[in-house]
Protein backbone atom coordinates (compact mmCIF):
# COMPACT_ATOMS: atom_id res chain seq x y z
CA UNK A 1 0.00 0.00 0.00
CA UNK A 2 0.92 3.29 -0.99
CA UNK A 3 -0.58 5.80 1.72
CA UNK A 4 0.05 8.77 3.45
CA UNK A 5 -2.18 10.07 6.25
CA UNK A 6 -5.33 12.44 5.28
CA UNK A 7 -7.78 13.75 7.61
CA UNK A 8 -10.95 12.01 8.37
CA UNK A 9 -14.03 13.78 6.38
CA UNK A 10 -16.35 15.31 9.44
CA UNK A 11 -19.47 13.38 9.91
CA UNK A 12 -21.66 16.64 9.36
CA UNK A 13 -21.14 15.82 5.38
CA UNK A 14 -22.59 12.33 5.37
CA UNK A 15 -25.49 13.72 7.35
CA UNK A 16 -26.33 16.67 4.94
CA UNK A 17 -26.13 14.33 1.91
CA UNK A 18 -28.44 11.46 3.57
CA UNK A 19 -30.64 14.55 4.45
CA UNK A 20 -30.55 17.50 1.57
CA UNK A 21 -32.74 16.07 -1.91
CA UNK A 22 -29.70 17.56 -3.71
CA UNK A 23 -26.68 16.61 -2.49
CA UNK A 24 -24.25 18.28 -4.24
CA UNK A 25 -25.74 21.65 -4.86
CA UNK A 26 -26.41 21.86 -0.56
CA UNK A 27 -25.23 25.10 0.52
CA UNK A 28 -23.09 25.78 3.58
CA UNK A 29 -25.88 27.32 5.34
CA UNK A 30 -28.58 24.45 4.55
CA UNK A 31 -25.59 22.06 5.97
CA UNK A 32 -25.01 24.33 8.82
CA UNK A 33 -21.04 25.19 9.38
CA UNK A 34 -20.82 24.59 13.09
CA UNK A 35 -18.20 24.85 15.70
CA UNK A 36 -18.40 21.91 18.59
CA UNK A 37 -21.74 21.21 20.33
CA UNK A 38 -23.56 23.36 17.57
CA UNK A 39 -26.25 21.43 15.85
CA UNK A 40 -25.40 19.68 12.29
CA UNK A 41 -27.98 19.51 9.71
CA UNK A 42 -30.26 19.35 12.77
CA UNK A 43 -28.85 16.87 14.58
CA UNK A 44 -26.83 17.90 18.00
CA UNK A 45 -22.73 17.17 17.76
CA UNK A 46 -22.73 15.36 20.54
CA UNK A 47 -19.27 13.96 19.79
CA UNK A 48 -18.30 17.80 20.20
CA UNK A 49 -18.98 18.55 23.91
CA UNK A 50 -14.70 19.33 24.82
CA UNK A 51 -12.62 20.28 22.20
CA UNK A 52 -10.65 23.11 20.46
CA UNK A 53 -12.69 25.39 17.90
CA UNK A 54 -11.40 26.67 14.74
CA UNK A 55 -13.92 29.21 14.49
CA UNK A 56 -11.39 32.01 14.86
CA UNK A 57 -8.81 30.73 12.32
CA UNK A 58 -9.64 32.62 9.19
CA UNK A 59 -11.00 31.79 5.74
CA UNK A 60 -8.84 28.82 5.75
CA UNK A 61 -10.21 27.00 8.84
CA UNK A 62 -12.94 25.10 7.98
CA UNK A 63 -10.80 23.83 4.79
CA UNK A 64 -11.08 19.96 3.40
CA UNK A 65 -7.98 19.14 4.69
CA UNK A 66 -8.46 20.19 8.02
CA UNK A 67 -10.25 18.34 11.34
CA UNK A 68 -12.63 20.08 12.95
CA UNK A 69 -11.02 19.92 16.07
CA UNK A 70 -12.52 17.22 17.61
CA UNK A 71 -11.81 13.88 15.04
CA UNK A 72 -8.04 14.23 15.56
CA UNK A 73 -7.11 10.82 15.55
CA UNK A 74 -7.41 8.05 12.24
CA UNK A 75 -6.76 4.98 11.51
CA UNK A 76 -6.29 2.74 8.13
CA UNK A 77 -5.83 -0.71 7.50
CA UNK A 78 -5.88 -2.52 3.91
CA UNK A 79 -5.80 -5.26 2.12
CA UNK A 80 -2.84 -5.54 -1.07
CA UNK A 81 -2.53 -7.22 -4.17
CA UNK A 82 0.44 -6.62 -5.07
CA UNK A 83 3.10 -7.77 -7.84
CA UNK A 84 6.66 -7.39 -7.29
CA UNK A 85 9.29 -7.83 -10.15
CA UNK A 86 12.06 -10.85 -9.86
CA UNK A 87 15.43 -11.47 -11.27
CA UNK A 88 14.92 -13.76 -13.90
CA UNK A 89 16.50 -17.24 -13.67
CA UNK A 90 19.00 -18.95 -16.13
CA UNK A 91 17.95 -22.48 -16.59
CA UNK A 92 18.73 -24.76 -13.73
CA UNK A 93 17.19 -27.93 -14.01
CA UNK A 94 17.39 -29.94 -17.02
CA UNK A 95 15.95 -33.40 -18.41
CA UNK A 96 16.28 -35.65 -21.30
CA UNK A 97 14.77 -39.18 -22.44
CA UNK A 98 16.20 -42.43 -20.72
CA UNK A 99 18.55 -43.79 -23.46
CA UNK A 100 20.29 -40.58 -24.20
CA UNK A 101 24.16 -40.83 -24.38
CA UNK A 102 25.12 -39.66 -20.79
CA UNK A 103 28.04 -37.58 -22.71
CA UNK A 104 25.41 -35.17 -24.04
CA UNK A 105 22.25 -35.64 -21.58
CA UNK A 106 20.39 -32.61 -19.98
CA UNK A 107 23.15 -30.42 -21.70
CA UNK A 108 22.28 -27.03 -22.78
CA UNK A 109 22.02 -27.10 -26.63
CA UNK A 110 20.84 -30.38 -27.49
CA UNK A 111 18.17 -31.03 -29.35
CA UNK A 112 17.05 -33.84 -26.49
CA UNK A 113 17.56 -31.45 -23.56
CA UNK A 114 14.18 -29.84 -22.32
CA UNK A 115 14.68 -27.15 -19.82
CA UNK A 116 12.49 -27.91 -16.85
CA UNK A 117 12.95 -25.12 -13.80
CA UNK A 118 14.72 -21.50 -14.86
CA UNK A 119 14.32 -19.29 -17.81
CA UNK A 120 11.97 -16.83 -16.15
CA UNK A 121 11.45 -15.18 -13.35
CA UNK A 122 10.76 -17.54 -10.82
CA UNK A 123 9.36 -14.96 -7.93
CA UNK A 124 7.21 -12.74 -9.60
CA UNK A 125 3.45 -14.33 -9.43
CA UNK A 126 0.48 -11.78 -7.90
CA UNK A 127 0.82 -11.93 -4.12
CA UNK A 128 -1.76 -10.72 -1.56
CA UNK A 129 -0.67 -8.76 1.48
CA UNK A 130 -1.49 -5.44 4.30
CA UNK A 131 -1.06 -2.36 4.90
CA UNK A 132 -1.64 -0.03 8.18
CA UNK A 133 -1.64 3.41 8.86
CA UNK A 134 -2.20 5.84 11.88
CA UNK A 135 -2.31 9.89 11.85
CA UNK A 136 -2.88 12.64 14.19
CA UNK A 137 -3.82 15.99 13.99
CA UNK A 138 -1.25 18.37 15.60
CA UNK A 139 -3.01 21.35 14.80
CA UNK A 140 -6.46 20.70 13.05
CA UNK A 141 -6.62 25.16 12.34
CA UNK A 142 -3.63 24.74 10.34
CA UNK A 143 -3.67 21.94 8.88
CA UNK A 144 -0.25 20.09 10.65
CA UNK A 145 -0.42 16.09 11.26
CA UNK A 146 2.14 13.91 12.15
CA UNK A 147 1.65 9.98 10.47
CA UNK A 148 3.33 6.87 10.50
CA UNK A 149 2.65 3.69 7.91
CA UNK A 150 3.93 0.07 7.51
CA UNK A 151 2.93 -2.21 4.65
CA UNK A 152 4.12 -5.85 3.56
CA UNK A 153 3.42 -7.86 0.53
CA UNK A 154 4.12 -11.25 1.78
CA UNK A 155 6.61 -13.89 0.94
CA UNK A 156 5.94 -15.22 -2.97
CA UNK A 157 8.09 -18.83 -3.02
CA UNK A 158 8.49 -21.18 -5.94
CA UNK A 159 9.46 -24.79 -5.32
CA UNK A 160 10.29 -27.34 -7.60
CA UNK A 161 11.12 -31.52 -6.88
CA UNK A 162 11.89 -33.57 -9.60
CA UNK A 163 13.01 -37.40 -9.20
CA UNK A 164 13.98 -40.12 -8.54
CA UNK A 165 12.72 -41.21 -11.76
CA UNK A 166 13.16 -44.69 -14.12
CA UNK A 167 12.14 -43.38 -17.41
CA UNK A 168 13.88 -39.75 -17.33
CA UNK A 169 17.36 -38.80 -16.68
CA UNK A 170 17.54 -35.10 -14.59
CA UNK A 171 20.29 -33.02 -14.96
CA UNK A 172 21.77 -29.30 -13.46
CA UNK A 173 23.39 -27.96 -16.64
CA UNK A 174 26.67 -25.91 -16.79
CA UNK A 175 29.11 -24.25 -18.59
CA UNK A 176 32.28 -26.07 -18.19
CA UNK A 177 34.87 -23.48 -18.28
CA UNK A 178 37.79 -26.18 -18.33
CA UNK A 179 36.68 -27.73 -21.46
CA UNK A 180 34.81 -24.68 -22.77
CA UNK A 181 32.19 -26.93 -23.44
CA UNK A 182 28.18 -26.99 -22.29
CA UNK A 183 27.55 -29.83 -19.69
CA UNK A 184 25.69 -31.22 -17.26
CA UNK A 185 25.70 -32.65 -13.48
CA UNK A 186 23.67 -35.71 -13.80
CA UNK A 187 21.14 -36.44 -10.91
CA UNK A 188 18.85 -38.85 -11.94
CA UNK A 189 20.08 -41.45 -14.47
CA UNK A 190 17.32 -44.55 -14.96
CA UNK A 191 19.03 -47.76 -13.54
CA UNK A 192 22.35 -45.97 -12.34
CA UNK A 193 21.35 -43.53 -9.79
CA UNK A 194 18.15 -42.28 -8.29
CA UNK A 195 18.87 -38.61 -7.39
CA UNK A 196 15.78 -35.94 -6.50
CA UNK A 197 16.38 -32.16 -7.13
CA UNK A 198 14.85 -29.63 -5.53
CA UNK A 199 14.69 -25.67 -6.37
CA UNK A 200 13.29 -23.22 -3.54
CA UNK A 201 13.42 -19.78 -4.42
CA UNK A 202 11.46 -17.02 -2.68
CA UNK A 203 11.31 -13.05 -2.34
CA UNK A 204 9.98 -10.54 0.32
CA UNK A 205 9.21 -6.83 -0.11
CA UNK A 206 7.97 -4.36 3.19
CA UNK A 207 8.35 -0.85 3.93
CA UNK A 208 7.55 1.57 6.93
CA UNK A 209 7.48 5.67 7.39
CA UNK A 210 7.46 7.81 9.85
CA UNK A 211 6.77 12.12 8.77
CA UNK A 212 4.44 14.94 9.39
CA UNK A 213 1.58 16.25 6.69
CA UNK A 214 1.04 19.78 5.82
CA UNK A 215 -2.25 21.19 4.64
CA UNK A 216 -1.14 23.53 1.56
CA UNK A 217 -4.17 24.53 -0.43
CA UNK A 218 -7.49 24.27 0.32
CA UNK A 219 -10.81 24.78 -1.61
CA UNK A 220 -14.70 24.07 -0.73
CA UNK A 221 -15.14 23.34 3.40
CA UNK A 222 -14.80 20.48 5.11
CA UNK A 223 -18.55 20.96 6.86
CA UNK A 224 -20.15 21.33 4.05
CA UNK A 225 -21.97 18.86 1.07
CA UNK A 226 -20.66 21.47 -1.79
CA UNK A 227 -17.57 20.03 -4.39
CA UNK A 228 -13.82 20.33 -2.14
CA UNK A 229 -10.59 19.57 -2.44
CA UNK A 230 -7.08 20.04 -0.90
CA UNK A 231 -3.14 19.58 -1.29
CA UNK A 232 -0.82 18.55 1.52
CA UNK A 233 3.29 18.50 1.32
CA UNK A 234 4.23 14.88 3.08
CA UNK A 235 7.07 13.99 4.55
CA UNK A 236 9.99 12.57 6.38
CA UNK A 237 11.88 9.04 6.67
CA UNK A 238 11.05 6.26 4.22
CA UNK A 239 12.25 2.57 4.61
CA UNK A 240 11.96 -0.41 2.36
CA UNK A 241 13.35 -4.02 2.62
CA UNK A 242 13.25 -6.62 -0.08
CA UNK A 243 14.83 -9.91 0.24
CA UNK A 244 15.54 -12.88 -1.87
CA UNK A 245 17.06 -16.33 -2.16
CA UNK A 246 17.58 -19.23 -3.77
CA UNK A 247 18.54 -22.76 -3.60
CA UNK A 248 19.24 -25.75 -5.80
CA UNK A 249 19.93 -29.22 -3.49
CA UNK A 250 20.59 -32.81 -5.28
CA UNK A 251 20.04 -36.63 -3.39
CA UNK A 252 21.93 -38.94 -4.98
CA UNK A 253 21.67 -42.68 -4.39
CA UNK A 254 24.48 -44.66 -6.43
CA UNK A 255 22.77 -47.83 -7.71
CA UNK A 256 23.98 -51.43 -8.49
CA UNK A 257 24.14 -50.81 -12.10
CA UNK A 258 26.82 -47.40 -11.85
CA UNK A 259 29.24 -46.94 -14.70
CA UNK A 260 30.53 -43.94 -12.34
CA UNK A 261 33.57 -44.74 -10.21
CA UNK A 262 31.64 -44.16 -7.26
CA UNK A 263 30.68 -46.97 -4.50
CA UNK A 264 26.87 -48.40 -5.36
CA UNK A 265 25.22 -47.60 -2.06
CA UNK A 266 26.73 -44.13 -1.52
CA UNK A 267 25.01 -41.24 -1.38
CA UNK A 268 25.59 -37.52 -2.45
CA UNK A 269 24.53 -34.52 -0.91
CA UNK A 270 24.87 -31.08 -3.47
CA UNK A 271 23.77 -27.89 -2.23
CA UNK A 272 23.83 -24.60 -3.51
CA UNK A 273 22.71 -21.47 -1.68
CA UNK A 274 22.12 -17.60 -2.62
CA UNK A 275 20.79 -14.86 -0.85
CA UNK A 276 20.32 -11.00 -1.06
CA UNK A 277 18.90 -8.56 0.64
CA UNK A 278 18.02 -4.58 0.48
CA UNK A 279 17.65 -2.22 3.46
CA UNK A 280 16.76 1.47 1.98
CA UNK A 281 17.07 4.31 4.64
CA UNK A 282 16.25 7.56 3.22
CA UNK A 283 13.93 11.10 3.37
CA UNK A 284 10.86 10.82 1.68
CA UNK A 285 8.97 14.23 -0.16
CA UNK A 286 5.78 14.65 -1.97
CA UNK A 287 2.54 15.99 -2.84
CA UNK A 288 -0.91 14.53 -2.45
CA UNK A 289 -4.77 15.81 -2.72
CA UNK A 290 -8.05 15.17 -3.02
CA UNK A 291 -11.02 16.48 -4.94
CA UNK A 292 -14.56 15.54 -3.11
CA UNK A 293 -18.03 15.85 -4.26
CA UNK A 294 -20.51 14.77 -1.68
CA UNK A 295 -19.71 11.61 -0.55
CA UNK A 296 -17.40 10.13 -3.35
CA UNK A 297 -13.89 11.50 -4.05
CA UNK A 298 -10.80 10.64 -6.15
CA UNK A 299 -7.08 11.26 -4.58
CA UNK A 300 -3.78 11.10 -5.79
CA UNK A 301 -0.58 10.69 -4.36
CA UNK A 302 3.12 10.98 -6.06
CA UNK A 303 6.34 11.08 -3.64
CA UNK A 304 10.19 10.83 -3.99
CA UNK A 305 12.39 9.18 -1.81
CA UNK A 306 15.84 9.54 -1.54
CA UNK A 307 18.64 7.37 0.26
CA UNK A 308 20.99 4.95 0.76
CA UNK A 309 20.04 1.45 -0.24
CA UNK A 310 22.52 -1.14 1.91
CA UNK A 311 23.23 -4.24 0.11
CA UNK A 312 24.35 -7.66 1.29
CA UNK A 313 25.08 -10.91 -0.73
CA UNK A 314 25.73 -14.06 0.68
CA UNK A 315 26.72 -17.18 -1.85
CA UNK A 316 27.24 -20.55 0.24
CA UNK A 317 27.46 -24.38 -0.35
CA UNK A 318 28.32 -28.03 0.56
CA UNK A 319 28.75 -31.78 -1.15
CA UNK A 320 28.55 -34.58 1.10
CA UNK A 321 29.61 -38.22 0.04
CA UNK A 322 29.04 -41.06 2.61
CA UNK A 323 30.50 -44.39 1.68
CA UNK A 324 28.47 -47.44 2.90
CA UNK A 325 29.99 -50.27 4.85
CA UNK A 326 31.60 -48.02 6.98
CA UNK A 327 33.34 -46.05 4.29
CA UNK A 328 32.33 -42.72 6.69
CA UNK A 329 30.84 -39.35 5.30
CA UNK A 330 33.13 -36.43 3.96
CA UNK A 331 31.91 -32.54 3.89
CA UNK A 332 33.51 -29.97 1.37
CA UNK A 333 32.56 -26.44 1.05
CA UNK A 334 31.24 -25.76 -3.04
CA UNK A 335 28.58 -27.32 -4.55
CA UNK A 336 27.97 -26.98 -8.20
CA UNK A 337 27.93 -23.45 -8.71
CA UNK A 338 29.11 -22.66 -5.37
CA UNK A 339 33.44 -23.06 -4.56
CA UNK A 340 35.16 -22.51 -1.23
CA UNK A 341 37.87 -21.23 -4.23
CA UNK A 342 36.26 -18.88 -5.48
CA UNK A 343 32.62 -17.58 -4.81
CA UNK A 344 31.71 -18.70 -1.42
CA UNK A 345 31.37 -15.48 1.10
CA UNK A 346 29.94 -12.67 2.17
CA UNK A 347 29.52 -9.43 0.48
CA UNK A 348 28.19 -5.70 1.03
CA UNK A 349 28.19 -2.34 -0.24
CA UNK A 350 25.66 1.07 -0.29
CA UNK A 351 24.30 2.79 -3.18
CA UNK A 352 22.40 6.23 -2.97
CA UNK A 353 19.28 5.68 -5.26
CA UNK A 354 15.86 7.69 -5.51
CA UNK A 355 12.66 5.71 -5.19
CA UNK A 356 9.63 7.39 -6.77
CA UNK A 357 6.17 6.26 -5.36
CA UNK A 358 2.56 6.70 -6.96
CA UNK A 359 -1.03 6.27 -6.38
CA UNK A 360 -4.38 6.71 -7.73
CA UNK A 361 -7.51 6.22 -5.99
CA UNK A 362 -11.43 6.46 -5.15
CA UNK A 363 -13.24 6.54 -2.06
CA UNK A 364 -16.50 7.16 -0.12
CA UNK A 365 -18.12 8.26 3.11
CA UNK A 366 -19.90 4.75 4.62
CA UNK A 367 -21.21 6.25 8.31
CA UNK A 368 -20.01 9.59 10.41
CA UNK A 369 -16.94 8.23 11.27
CA UNK A 370 -15.82 5.47 8.50
CA UNK A 371 -14.79 5.70 5.09
CA UNK A 372 -14.07 2.84 2.53
CA UNK A 373 -11.15 3.18 -0.69
CA UNK A 374 -9.70 1.53 -3.63
CA UNK A 375 -6.30 2.40 -5.64
CA UNK A 376 -3.49 1.55 -7.33
CA UNK A 377 -0.10 1.91 -6.31
CA UNK A 378 3.74 1.84 -8.20
CA UNK A 379 7.29 1.83 -6.63
CA UNK A 380 10.15 1.69 -8.68
CA UNK A 381 13.62 0.82 -7.00
CA UNK A 382 16.61 0.41 -8.74
CA UNK A 383 20.15 -1.01 -8.21
CA UNK A 384 18.27 -4.09 -6.14
CA UNK A 385 20.31 -7.25 -6.04
CA UNK A 386 18.50 -10.28 -5.97
CA UNK A 387 19.59 -13.45 -5.59
CA UNK A 388 19.04 -15.36 -9.01
CA UNK A 389 21.43 -12.31 -10.47
CA UNK A 390 24.17 -13.65 -7.98
CA UNK A 391 24.88 -17.29 -9.62
CA UNK A 392 28.36 -17.26 -11.58
CA UNK A 393 27.57 -15.40 -15.37
CA UNK A 394 26.28 -17.98 -17.77
CA UNK A 395 26.62 -20.50 -15.42
CA UNK A 396 30.28 -20.87 -15.75
CA UNK A 397 32.10 -23.00 -13.21
CA UNK A 398 35.21 -25.35 -13.32
CA UNK A 399 34.79 -29.04 -12.31
CA UNK A 400 38.69 -28.60 -10.53
CA UNK A 401 37.14 -25.86 -7.92
CA UNK A 402 34.52 -28.40 -7.26
CA UNK A 403 34.63 -30.82 -4.36
CA UNK A 404 37.16 -32.93 -4.23
CA UNK A 405 39.28 -29.83 -5.18
CA UNK A 406 41.89 -30.35 -7.97
CA UNK A 407 44.87 -27.93 -8.69
CA UNK A 408 44.63 -25.47 -11.81
CA UNK A 409 41.77 -24.51 -11.54
CA UNK A 410 40.18 -20.98 -12.32
CA UNK A 411 38.09 -17.91 -11.08
CA UNK A 412 34.73 -20.07 -11.95
CA UNK A 413 32.72 -20.46 -10.20
CA UNK A 414 32.94 -16.77 -10.17
CA UNK A 415 30.92 -13.65 -8.21
CA UNK A 416 29.50 -11.28 -10.64
CA UNK A 417 29.63 -8.43 -8.28
CA UNK A 418 26.86 -6.40 -6.97
CA UNK A 419 24.32 -6.90 -9.93
CA UNK A 420 21.53 -4.56 -9.72
CA UNK A 421 18.07 -5.01 -11.27
CA UNK A 422 15.00 -2.81 -11.24
CA UNK A 423 12.62 -3.43 -9.00
CA UNK A 424 8.65 -2.60 -10.11
CA UNK A 425 6.07 -3.47 -7.09
CA UNK A 426 2.32 -2.56 -8.07
CA UNK A 427 -1.21 -3.48 -7.33
CA UNK A 428 -4.36 -2.36 -5.79
CA UNK A 429 -5.00 -1.72 -2.26
CA UNK A 430 -8.81 -2.10 -0.68
CA UNK A 431 -9.22 -0.67 2.84
CA UNK A 432 -11.25 0.91 5.21
CA UNK A 433 -10.32 4.40 7.53
CA UNK A 434 -11.73 5.15 11.13
CA UNK A 435 -11.78 8.81 12.53
CA UNK A 436 -12.27 9.39 16.21
Given at each position: ?127 SGFAVSTGYWLDPCNGLAVVGDYFQVGSNNFNSSLGPDDGTIYAR ?191 AQITERLSARFGYNVIVWTDVVQAASELPPGLSSDPRN ?35
Amino acid sequence: MLFTASAGRRGAALLCLLLASSPLSASAQDCGIVDCGEPVCGFPDDSCTSCDSCGSCGSNCGGACKSNGCDRFWVRGEYLYWQVTGADSPALVTSSPDGTSLATAGQLGQNTTTTLVGNDALTDKWRSGFAVSTGYWLDPCNGLAVVGDYFQVGSNNFNSSLGPDDGTIYARPFFNSETGLQDAQLVNVPDEQAGNVHVQSSSQFQGAGLGLEKCLLSCGNANSCGPSGWVTLVGGYRYYQHNSALQVNEDILILDNTTSPLVPGTTVYVEDKFGARNQFHGGEIGLQGRRQEGWIWIDGLATMAIGANNRAVSINGGTDITVPAGGGTTSNPGGLLTSGETNIGNYTDTKAVVIPRFRLGLGAQITERLSARFGYNVIVWTDVVQAASELPPGLSSDPRNLPPVQGGGGAQPAFPGMFGTTVVAHGADLGLELTF
